[in-house]
């Protein structure tokens, strides 16, 4: 852990509430060489309705995730991921850890254990650093 952990993940929460998902906000920061490159927090993709749940509290299927959308906004900048730092509320899924290991991504930051942890399991197997921060 670096001296710096603690303050992207604070700022990482701070970006989650940006979410208009009310089951759960992620926030997620892309960090290389000390500065943010991208940033992300879970929602429906760009041009669609702000409303992450269907009438019955069930999250829409098209929701994207935190990683996601900060994975996909720095390929959108013409900035590379290569070696960066991945900081997020919550452990990654496994489908975002897919996203994380094609991105370069060489570390991973979270806060707040997902159930599932299968996506931190493949991180690792992939030979990505994986810390948890309080």
């Known amino acids: 852990m670096n001296k710096f952990d603690d303050k992207y993940i604070q700022m990482a929460a ?27 927090y879970n929602g429906t993709p760009s041009g669609f309705e702000n409303e992450c749940e269907d009438a019955s509290g069930v999250t829409k299927p098209y929701v994207l995730h935190a ?6 906004k720095v390929a959108q900048s013409g900035n590379s991921s290569q070696d960066a730092t991945l900081y997020v509320t919550a452990s990654p899924c496994i489908e975002c850890s897919k996203l994380i290991i094609q991105a370069g991504i060489k570390r991973v930051v979270y806060r707040d254990e997902y159930r599932l942890t299968d996506g931190i399991e493949l991180l690792k197997r992939a030979g990505i650093e994986v810390e948890k921060v309080d």
Request: glycine letters at 6%; a positive charge; proline letters at 0%.
């Open 14 to 40: 701070i970006w989650a509430k940006n979410s208009y998902c009310k089951r759960r906000q992620v926030g997620a920061l892309l960090v290389k060489d000390r500065m943010i490159i991208s940033d992300g």
């Open 67 to 72: 990683e996601a959308n900060a994975i996909t």
